[in-house]
């Protein structure tokens, strides 16, 4: 890994990811979706450090999951709105009527920061697999 990005975030395939797959149409279950897509990105892109302790399965939905102390950084979909307008995708005000749509959206459906159902078993620990995705609200 070169000097620096040890440090890095934002990665810029990471960018031209969300450059090319984002729109203002995008409902939130597919900004979850493409969130979980660039965190997979960065995830590979981070340097493996010690290896994490076994995980559980969540007894609700199945997913092997960590505990959230032992776990790495995650790309949230606040912070993926947030890049939209730190790299100029979107304007300012955009930027900043995403952010408000999503905080009501999160609060109306029990989501976390991650877009994960607050009301299931493993809430609060890490997953070690793909991130739940809710069906939209009609």
Request: charged share 20%; glycine share 8%.
């Given at each position: 890994?070169?000097?620096?990005?040890?440090?890095?975030?934002?990665?810029?395939?990471?960018?031209?990811?969300?450059?090319?797959?984002?729109?203002?149409?995008?409902?939130?279950p597919r900004?979850?979706?493409?969130?979980?897509?660039?965190?997979?990105?960065?995830?590979?892109?981070?340097?493996?450090?010690?290896?994490?302790?076994?995980?559980?399965?969540?007894?609700k939905c199945g997913r092997i999951v960590t505990s959230e102390s032992f776990g790495r950084h995650r790309i949230s979909v606040r912070a993926t709105v947030l890049t939209l307008g730190r790299f100029g995708i979107v304007s300012p005000a955009v930027t900043k009527k995403i952010e408000k749509e999503w905080a009501k959206y999160r609060t109306q459906n029990g989501l976390n920061l991650y877009g994960i159902l607050r009301s299931c078993a493993c809430f609060g620990v890490k997953s070690a697999t793909k991130r739940f995705t809710p069906n939209p609200i009609e």
């Open positions: 890994m070169p000097a620096g990005d040890g440090n890095r975030v934002w990665f810029p395939e990471m960018i031209e990811m969300l450059r090319s797959q984002w729109n203002e149409s995008m409902t939130f900004l979850i979706e493409l969130c979980a897509s660039i965190d997979e990105m960065f995830q590979q892109r981070r340097p493996t450090g010690p290896s994490l302790p076994p995980g559980f399965r969540c007894p």
